[in-house]
């Protein structure tokens, strides 16, 4: 099965950008949809955006970064990217990298990584 190591994060001004990235193991990554979560402290972790397998076609995002985050996929490096843009403090969370087989429209999200911490300051 696939293992997901998240990097990328840290701190950061309102407004500026970051890219975060999610590296897989494994020779079937291209099999997996891939999604990014956040949790912040005392609150749910929050589905941002997904990608389907294969050459990822299918994308999905949250209305809260509609238009500021973009989610790509690269199969011959093994990782799925967050780039993300016009960073606020309530972004702000750790942000953590999940996989899962079949259907994009079933997600299952039986794989995670460790997760790593973005910080906006204002």
């Known amino acids: 099965q696939v293992q997901l190591v998240e990097s990328g994060g840290g701190l950061v001004q309102a407004g500026d950008s970051l890219r975060l990235s999610c590296a897989a193991s494994?020779?079937?990554?291209?099999?997996?949809?891939m999604a990014w979560f956040r949790q912040s402290p005392g609150k749910e972790r929050d589905l941002l955006a997904s990608?389907?397998?294969?050459?990822?076609?299918?994308?999905h995002y949250a209305d809260s970064v509609k238009g500021r985050f973009t989610i790509s996929r690269d199969n011959a490096k093994n990782m799925v990217v967050l780039q993300m843009s016009s960073l606020e403090p309530e972004d702000t969370a750790v942000y953590y990298c999940?996989?899962?087989?079949?259907?994009?429209?079933?997600?299952?999200?039986?794989?995670w990584g460790q997760g790593t911490r973005v910080t906006v300051s204002s």
């Open positions: 999940a996989a899962w087989l079949g259907s994009v429209y079933d997600p299952k999200f039986d794989r």
């Open positions: 494994g020779r079937t990554f291209s099999s997996y949809n």
């Open positions: 990608i389907s397998s294969g050459t990822g076609t299918i994308k």
